[in-house]
C-alpha cells in the first residue's frame, strides 16, 4: 500500500483554501454593492463631484452653537460657569459631555484621568487649561456620597403572583 503524500495534500488544501477566501471575497463585494444600490439606486453619491460640483451647507445660527438656556449650554448640557469653554473645547473633541458629566471625581482622580489620557489615548498636554478644566469640573460635578448604594427612588412596585 501506498502512502499518501502529505506535501502534496497540504499544497492541494492551500489552494482550495486561497480559492475558497477569494470566492466569498467577491461575494462580499457583490452583497456591499447591491445594498448600496438599494439604498441610493441614482448612485447620487458618485455624480457631479467634480471642481464645479455646487457644496451644499447648513447654514448655524452662531447663537445656537453656544446658547445657555437656564443656566446650561445646550449643546453639551455642561453648567454655565467658569471655565465651561476651556472643558468644552478640550473634551468634548474626543468623547460625549455626558461622559464627562457622569464621571464625578475629586481633583486628584481628575488628574489621574487626565494622565491616563494623555498616556494611552493621545490626550494633548492641555497646558494652563488643565487647572481651569480641572477647577470647573470639581466645582460643577463634584462626587456623589453614595454611602453603600443609592436610595432607591421612583420604584413602581408590583406583587408577584402564585
Known amino acids: 500500500m501506498k502512502k499518501p503524500n502529505h506535501d502534496k495534500l497540504k499544497q492541494e488544501f492551500r489552494g482550495f483554501y486561497r480559492v475558497l477566501i477569494l470566492t466569498c471575497t467577491i461575494v462580499a463585494i457583490f452583497a456591499v454593492g447591491l445594498i448600496y ?3 441610493d439606486p441614482d ?24 446658547k445657555i438656556e437656564n443656566g446650561i449650554h445646550v449643546r453639551t448640557g455642561f453648567v454655565d460657569a467658569p471655565g465651561m469653554m476651556e472643558t468644552v473645547q478640550n473634551c468634548t473633541n474626543c468623547h460625549s459631555a455626558k461622559l464627562v458629566i457622569q464621571n464625578r471625581m475629586n481633583k486628584e482622580r481628575w488628574k489621574a484621568t487626565i ?29 456623589k456620597k453614595k454611602g453603600r448604594r443609592e436610595v432607591l427612588t421612583d420604584i413602581d412596585w408590583y406583587e408577584l403572583k402564585d
Open 37 to 39: 444600490l438599494l439604498v
Open 43 to 66: 448612485l447620487s453619491a458618485f455624480k457631479n463631484n467634480g471642481p464645479d460640483a455646487e457644496i451644499v451647507t447648513v447654514p448655524v445660527e452662531e447663537d445656537d452653537f453656544d
Open 115 to 143: 494622565r491616563w489620557m494623555q498616556e494611552t489615548q493621545n490626550l494633548w498636554d492641555l497646558g494652563k487649561n488643565e487647572d481651569i478644566i480641572i477647577d470647573y469640573l470639581v466645582t460643577n460635578y463634584p462626587p
